[in-house]
């Protein structure tokens, strides 16, 4: 130890202790102050790699009409292109939670609407008053669908044309400097 505190010492550097409890204990001869910024520079990096996940949710109840829960399906089909997750939240009332199935019709009618793009994370659930179902976007899924359905409104690639080509399209007007 007081060899290593030498030498670290000689070099401008620290000792630093790795296994104390090693026989002999183990040390590294290193630039602490160095070594923390750089471990402070590999978290803030893996921090920005880290993907969160964003769960929307969509309400619905056992009596919502077909179109409105059309557009509440397309809004989740929207949720799950962009990678969100999506809970859809059936709410019951009254005398509906006495009629348990039809909620549950709705519900595997809404996992129906979007099978071709999620996997159902968590099944059909009841707490309470309220029955829900967790949907994930599955990638290999929305690749295909992505390949069959490219998005709309994307600009399509003009070929590039060549300085020849500019040069003759172009249209130069003459000013009279008076």
Same mark, same amino acid.
């Given at each position: 130890?007081?060899e290593?505190?030498?030498?670290?010492?000689?070099?401008?550097?620290?000792?630093?202790? !790795?296994?104390?409890? =090693?026989?002999?204990p183990?040390?590294? *001869?290193?630039?602490?102050?160095?070594?923390?910024?750089?471990?402070?520079? #590999? =978290?803030? =990096?893996s921090?920005?790699?880290?993907? !969160?996940?964003v769960i929307?949710?969509?309400?619905?109840? /056992?009596r919502?009409?077909?179109?409105?829960f059309?557009t509440?399906m397309?809004h989740a089909r929207?949720? $799950? $292109? %962009?990678?969100?997750?999506?809970?859809v939240?059936?709410?019951?009332?009254?005398? %509906?939670?006495?009629h348990? +199935?039809?909620? $549950? %019709?709705? !519900?595997?009618?809404? *996992?129906?609407?979007?099978?071709?793009? &999620? *996997?159902? %994370? &968590? &099944?059909p659930?009841?707490?309470g008053?309220?029955m829900?179902t967790?949907? =994930? /976007?599955?990638?290999? #899924? !929305?690749?295909?669908?992505?390949k069959?359905?490219?998005?709309?409104?994307?600009?399509?690639?003009?070929? +590039?044309? @060549?300085?020849?080509?500019l @040069?003759?399209t172009?249209h130069?007007? +003459?000013?009279?400097e008076?």
């Amino acid at each position: 130890m007081p060899e290593g505190l030498r030498i670290s010492e000689d070099r401008g550097l620290d000792l630093i202790e !790795i296994g104390p409890t =090693a026989q002999p204990p183990t040390c590294k *001869i290193m630039d602490y102050g160095k070594y923390k910024y750089e471990n402070k520079k #590999k =978290a803030a =990096a893996s921090r920005k790699k880290q993907v !969160i996940v964003v769960i929307k949710e969509i309400q619905v109840r /056992p009596r919502t009409d077909v179109h409105d829960f059309e557009t509440k399906m397309k809004h989740a089909r929207r949720f $799950l $292109l %962009e990678g969100d997750k999506v809970k859809v939240n059936l709410r019951f009332m009254g005398r %509906e939670m006495s009629h348990q +199935e039809m909620g $549950l %019709e709705v !519900i595997n009618r809404a *996992i129906d609407f979007v099978k071709d793009l &999620a *996997i159902v %994370e &968590a &099944a059909p659930k009841t707490e309470g008053k309220n029955m829900f179902t967790m949907l =994930a /976007p599955d990638p290999v #899924k !929305i690749k295909d669908y992505l390949k069959a359905n490219p998005p709309k409104g994307q600009k399509e690639v003009l070929p +590039e044309l @060549s300085k020849e080509d500019l @040069s003759s399209t172009s249209h130069t007007e +003459e000013h009279d400097e008076d």
